[in-house]
T-cell receptor
Framework: GENVEQHPSTLSVQEGDSAVIKCTYS??????FPWYKQELGKGPQLIID?????GEKKDQRIAVTLNKTAKHFSLHITETQPEDSAVYFC?????????????FGTGTKLQVIP | GAVVSQHPSRVICKSGTSVKIECRSL??????MFWYRQFPKQSLMLMAT?????????EQGVEKDKFLINHASLTLSTLTVTSAHPEDSSFYIC????????????FGSGTRLTVV
């Protein structure tokens, strides 16, 4: 099955600096890569996603890059703010049996220091 | 946008009792819903995939008789933890596939289950 590795597990940055989280996946059939932000005691919220036919996607301060050859993708947050502090999960998705099955990375706890 | 409502948000039950968790898609029809379990400071582990009108598909190692899933309508899936034990205490989260895209998922807010 799919295996998604995520690094680092914790990340502390000063407010205004950039944060980068990296993930690798194992299944070359994966074709959809969402990123989720999870605040304490809440469910994950989708913040950005990328499909396998695209190399980069940006939405304001958040960007995601995908390298299909190397099977890795990254989340970039620029001009970080204290409210960006949360746990971030990457995920990879395939379509076995006609439905999307999502495998999550291990999570990165981001702390933005004011 | 697509909203998934999950209830209850927190529940405490005694060992041996059963607990039902509901997951509703409020403004879209969800033919497929997913149930996850999350331990403290860990990632989400897929437990089962719930398809409307058919039996759920369970991941390897998940006891189907303990974690009963019912997806009786296009807007409601339920997870019942039967004969709960303290080791079943966890954060349970559902997600639903938004119908217009093969790629979109929306998560519920999660249910914190504590078995005492």
């Amino acid at each position: 099955g799919e295996n998604v590795e995520q690094h680092p597990s914790t990340l502390s940055v000063q407010e205004g600096d950039s944060a980068v989280i990296k993930c690798t996946y194992s299944d070359s059939a994966s074709n959809y890569f969402p990123w989720y932000k999870q605040e304490l005691g809440k469910g994950p919220q989708l913040i950005i996603d990328i499909r396998s036919n695209v190399g980069e996607k940006k939405d304001q301060r958040i960007a995601v890059t995908l390298n299909k050859t190397a099977k890795h993708f990254s989340l970039h947050i620029t001009e970080t703010q204290p409210e960006d502090s949360a746990v971030y999960f990457c995920a990879a998705s395939t379509s076995p049996g006609g439905y999307q099955k999502v495998t999550f990375g291990t999570g990165t706890k981001l702390q933005v220091i004011p | 946008g697509a909203v998934v409502s999950q209830h209850p948000s927190r529940v405490i039950c005694k060992s041996g009792t059963s607990v039902k968790i509901e997951c509703r898609s409020l403004d879209f029809q969800a033919t497929t819903m997913f149930w996850y379990r999350q331990f403290p400071k860990q990632s989400l582990m897929l437990m089962a995939t719930s398809n409307e009108g058919s039996k759920a598909t369970y991941e390897q190692g998940v006891e189907k008789d303990k974690f009963l899933i019912n997806h009786a309508s296009l807007t409601l899936s339920t997870l019942t933890v039967t004969s709960a034990h303290p080791e079943d205490s966890s954060f349970y989260i559902c997600s639903a596939k938004t119908g217009f895209s093969n790629y979109g998922y929306t998560f519920g807010s999660g249910t914190r289950l504590t078995v005492v």
